[in-house]
């Protein structure tokens, strides 16, 4: 099923893989317990590029994705309730093991935005809006930090999100 959220210019790289054109593949980690998010991009060196206008962070500003092995797929175009990925990033640092594991016991969620771009154009990721997954099952060792990120689950939200109590609602206690 076609994507109407990637750049025509990102279609045709998937389809027709030209030598001079790489897709970078970034992630933006953040917490609210982050001084500022954790970029990252799956590359041997760091990458300087535009975030989209949109973004909650930095928007439309050029900023660094520094490099390091990671894993990730998209999630895919599935019938699946919550649409599920793991993420694994290899030879972290230790400051960055601690954020994360800090992090996973909070009760906010953390955030992952995956932003692809084109080696030849990086004003801006070439999906619009980026995906952003919600981080959980998050294990840190010496040498990766493993997680699984799901999409929102909107199945599991209250509708219409008002939380009926007989303390908010008096007519409701007998």
């Known amino acids: 099923m076609p994507d109407p959220s990637l750049?025509?210019?990102?279609?045709?790289?998937?389809?027709?893989?030209?030598?001079?054109?790489?897709?970078?593949?970034?992630?933006?980690?953040?917490?609210?317990?982050f001084d500022q998010p954790i970029r990252v991009v799956r590359d041997h060196v760091d990458l300087a590029a535009r975030l989209e206008t949109g973004a909650p962070r930095d928007a439309g500003q050029k900023v660094?994705?520094?490099?390091?092995?990671?894993?990730?797929?998209?999630?895919?175009?599935?019938?699946?309730?919550?649409?599920?990925i793991t993420l694994s990033l290899d030879n972290v640092g230790r400051d960055l093991a601690d954020a994360l594991e800090a992090a996973a016991?909070?009760?906010?969620?953390?955030?992952?935005?995956?932003?692809?771009?084109?080696?030849?154009?990086?004003?801006?990721?070439?999906?619009?809006?980026?995906?952003?997954?919600?981080?959980?099952?998050v294990e840190a060792d010496t040498m990766r930090v493993t997680g699984r990120a799901r999409m929102l689950d909107i199945g599991n939200k209250a509708f219409p999100s008002i939380t009926y109590t007989?303390?908010?609602f008096p007519g409701l206690a007998r």
């Open 105 to 137: 016991i909070s009760q906010d969620v953390i955030e992952v935005t995956w932003r692809p771009y084109l080696s030849t154009d990086l004003e801006g990721p070439h999906m619009d809006p980026p995906i952003t997954l919600t981080l959980t099952e």
């Open 64 to 84: 660094t994705f520094a490099s390091m092995a990671f894993n990730f797929a998209p999630p895919p175009v599935d019938t699946a309730p919550v649409p599920e």
């Open 166 to 168: 007989a303390r908010r």
């Open 7 to 33: 750049s025509q210019a990102l279609k045709e790289a998937f389809a027709s893989a030209p030598s001079g054109t790489v897709v970078l593949d970034t992630l933006e980690i953040w917490h609210p317990s």
